[in-house]
């Protein structure tokens, strides 16, 4: 069974850091794109970053480029969202997607990944 667990979210204050981490197991996604999502509060699933296997491309959306970064440790199947400078539009459950096909391209759409986490909230207060 593929689980993807989320880790990390909490409560900061605007400004402050968190690291969200991804755990995979079931099995391998080490050389699939894997990525971050967010769903506030009253509003739809929006893509966060993503990255591929293959040439280590990564894809951010425009309103978390330059304060977050996303990693990966392929030998163990995680993934890493280093959020930095956090504002309170920021505050979301977060999620873990991976694709279920190796050396894809990452997509920004959700509907381009097979498995999802359960989520991890993130609250920035002002």
């Known amino acids: 069974q593929v689980q993807l667990v989320e880790s990390g979210g909490g409560l900061v204050q605007a400004g402050e850091s968190l690291r969200l981490s991804c755990a995979a197991s079931g099995r391998t996604f080490s050389w699939s794109p894997m990525g971050w999502f967010r769903q506030a509060p009253g509003k739809e699933r929006e893509f966060v970053a993503s990255?591929?296997?293959?040439?280590?491309?990564?894809y951010y959306a425009d309103s978390v480029k330059g304060r977050f970064t996303i990693s990966r440790d392929n030998a163990k199947s995680m993934v890493f969202l280093q959020m930095n400078s956090l504002k309170p539009e920021d505050t979301a459950v977060y999620y873990c997607a991976a694709k279920d096909r190796a050396y894809a391209t990452a997509s920004i759409s959700s509907s381009g990944y097979d498995y999802w986490g359960q989520g991890t909230m993130v609250t920035v207060s002002s």
């Open positions: 990255a591929s296997y293959i040439y280590g491309n990564t």
